[in-house]
């Protein structure tokens, strides 16, 4: 009986998914950023953006994130972390659709 090696096709697929995934707190933190209300830049400016070893975490570090997550402004009615969230969920769907 003859075996026959077949082009492993699912290695550059999987390499592609990770690489994606990596990217996505990043741009999660790019997104928040983006979606934080501007009144005097002091609320994008003091939102940062931490990564040690798997965690990544961003850091709404000034006194009123908590007023303006609740839509506590007219330029972001829906705050920062529902937008945030759905558009997490639609980078995985995208990257769960990378063939």
Do not use: C, W
């Not at 994606?20 to 953006?49: C, H, M, S, W």
């Not at 570090?61 to 705050?79: E, M, R």
């Amino acid at each position: 009986m003859k075996v026959k090696q077949v082009k492993n096709s699912i290695g550059p697929r999987i390499r592609r998914k990770r690489r994606a995934l990596e990217r996505v707190p990043r741009q999660a933190y790019d997104f928040f950023v983006q979606t934080t209300p501007i009144d005097k830049g002091n609320a994008r400016r003091k939102t940062k953006f931490t990564k040690t070893g798997n965690l990544s975490v961003i850091d709404a570090d000034y006194p009123y994130a908590v007023p303006l997550n609740k839509g506590h402004s007219k330029q972001a009615p829906k705050g920062m972390t529902e937008p945030t969230i759905k558009y997490i969920k639609r980078l995985i769907n995208k990257i769960a659709r990378i063939v």
